[in-house]
């Protein structure tokens, strides 16, 4: 057994990607696994401060991970959090294609979604 050292860790090409074909929108899009940072951000994305309370809020989900997915050939985000409203305005049949690539790639199940909103 080798262990490995900490440049090979940090070296380590591990975000694989998927290219998805997209007819509504007449192309391809490149779907790509998220970073540790990434998915900490998407799932701290989907709870909002009510006074006391953590509150678990599913709107804009699909966009919101899509948001952190959808790179173009370099590996690089398409959209900005700032999109996601507008990135959720466009076809749901799109939409669901895409979103359920990330979730494979991801690993999202939906006993985690559940997991998450329980957190």
């Known amino acids: 057994m080798s262990l490995l050292g900490k ?3 940090l070296t380590a090409e591990d975000l694989p990607y998927r290219d998805v074909e997209v ?3 007449g192309g391809t899009v490149r779907v790509r ?3 540790g940072g990434e998915r900490d951000a998407f799932e701290a994305s989907l709870y909002v401060r009510e006074g006391e309370e953590m509150i678990y809020k599913r709107e ?3 966009a919101k991970l899509l948001a952190r997915c959808i790179v173009d050939d370099k590996g690089a985000r398409l959209f900005s959090d700032k999109e996601i409203e507008a990135l959720s305005g466009k076809s749901s049949k799109a939409l ?3 979103f359920d690539a990330a979730q494979e790639i991801n690993a999202i199940s939906r006993e985690e979604q559940e997991t998450i909103k329980k957190k």
């Open 33 to 35: 696994t998220m970073s």
């Open 60 to 62: 804009h989900f699909r």
């Open 7 to 9: 440049d090979q860790i």
């Open 96 to 98: 669901n294609r895409l």
């Open 23 to 25: 007819p509504e929108w």
